[in-house]
């Protein structure tokens, strides 16, 4: 019914940038909440920042000054603009969205993207 497609992960050097996108398709009567979540080899799945319908965003602290989420309502597409590559950063990346579908509308729903890799070389 819903499908989240990322896209823009990619192997960069230290210091490098990457935009990640992450669109949203199927029977969508509208997107709430938007995110992008990190998980690192061994590790828990991670908040790394959100945005909401209205554009209030939220990131986690290791983030704020380099990283910058932003969506595009008409297109049901959340980006992620990533200055300053560390390779901490380094993760597979997953986009998550709350969706109410046409089918049910008011009750959202919860989705994730299939990840994307983002690999940062010192």
């Known amino acids: 019914q819903v499908q989240l497609v990322e896209s823009g992960g990619g192997l960069v050097q230290a210091g490098g940038s990457l935009r990640l996108s992450c669109a949203a398709s199927?029977?969508?009567?509208?997107?709430?909440?938007m995110g992008w979540y990190q998980q690192a080899p061994g590790k828990q799945r991670e908040l790394v920042a959100t945005?909401?319908?209205?554009?209030?965003?939220n990131y986690v602290d290791s983030v704020k000054g380099r990283f910058t989420i932003s969506r595009d309502n008409a297109k049901n597409t959340v980006y992620l603009q990533m200055n300053s590559l560390k390779p901490e950063d380094t993760a597979v990346y997953y986009c998550?969205?709350?969706?109410?579908?046409?089918?049910?509308?008011?009750?959202?729903?919860?989705?994730w993207g299939q990840g994307t890799q983002v690999t940062v070389s010192s």
């Open positions: 199927g029977s969508i009567f509208s997107v709430n909440s």
């Open positions: 945005i909401t319908s209205g554009g209030i965003t």
């Open positions: 998550n969205a709350d969706i109410v579908l046409r089918a049910v509308p008011f009750i959202p729903r919860n989705y």
